[in-house]
């Protein structure tokens, strides 16, 4: 007898939607696989402005993923950033802090090429509901 879990495709309207054949997030028992967000709004429109406020707008997207599946923040085991340029990388920093706090869940940060829709920074996050 096998003892497997239930995959569950996590989707919110609070979030763009996938831009792509992939889900927003994947639930595996108490692990939560967020797909890279970037900074679209909830309708899919691109975020004006630079680094700040689409840093801002990823994590405001997170957030929502994240919630859907019952997650937040606070739970984040893992994160990996994917910036256009390295250079960019304090402003990005500062507020990803503001956003975790004291909380420092494990991290990369890489340089990329390109990024979709030209954007400047990509996130994407592995959470733990199985931890406060």
């Not at 402003?91 to 706090?101: K, L, P, V």
């Not at 991290?107 to 931890?131: H, M, Q």
């Amino acid at each position: 007898m096998t003892n497997k879990q239930q995959l569950t495709v996590i989707s919110t309207d609070k979030a763009p939607g996938a831009i792509g054949p992939y889900s927003q997030a994947l639930k595996l028992g108490g692990l939560v696989f967020t797909s890279g967000q970037i900074p679209l709004d909830a309708s899919g429109q691109l975020v004006e402005g630079g680094i700040v406020e689409q840093t801002h707008q990823v994590f405001r997207n997170l957030d929502a993923v994240l919630a859907e599946a019952g997650a937040s923040l606070r739970q984040v085991v893992k994160a990996t950033v994917f910036l256009k340029d390295m250079n960019q990388f304090a402003s990005m920093n500062e507020i990803y802090a503001s956003y975790f706090g004291d909380h420092k869940p494990a991290r990369s940060a890489v340089e990329v090429a390109r990024l979709p829709k030209d954007v400047l920074v990509e996130i994407e996050v592995i959470a733990s509901t199985d931890v406060e």
